[in-house]
């Protein structure tokens, strides 16, 4: 069975960190670059951040440059996403989602965890 468990997210100060985990399993992990989305009430989903299979390359949408750092870590099938210098505007739902295909859109990815809540006050 294929799952992706996301993890870490809270109630943290505008200014405060989280880091956020996505365990995965059942499927080959290393073959699959890895995308974390968020999604505020009343908004749609939106890519946050991707990190490639193989050599790891990662991505970040424009509002989070900076602030927050992807990273994997193939032995233990977890990827995580070290959010600092939070914002209210940061505030969502965040989802991890795997895709064969590498860091494409949103709706290419094949298997998507539950989510975890961040909020973030000011």
Known sequence: EVQLVESGGGLVQ??????????????????YAIGWFRQAPGKEREGVSCISNGDGVAQYEDSVKGRFTISRD????T???????LKPEDTAV????????GCTVLSDYDYWGQGTQVTVSS
């Open 74 to 77: 193939n032995a233990k099938n």
């Open 94 to 101: 965040y989802y991890c989602a795997a895709d064969f295909m």
């Open 14 to 31: 505008a200014g405060g960190s989280l880091r956020l985990s996505c365990a995965a399993s059942g499927f080959t992990f290393d073959d």
């Open 79 to 85: 990827v995580y996403l070290q959010m600092n210098s």
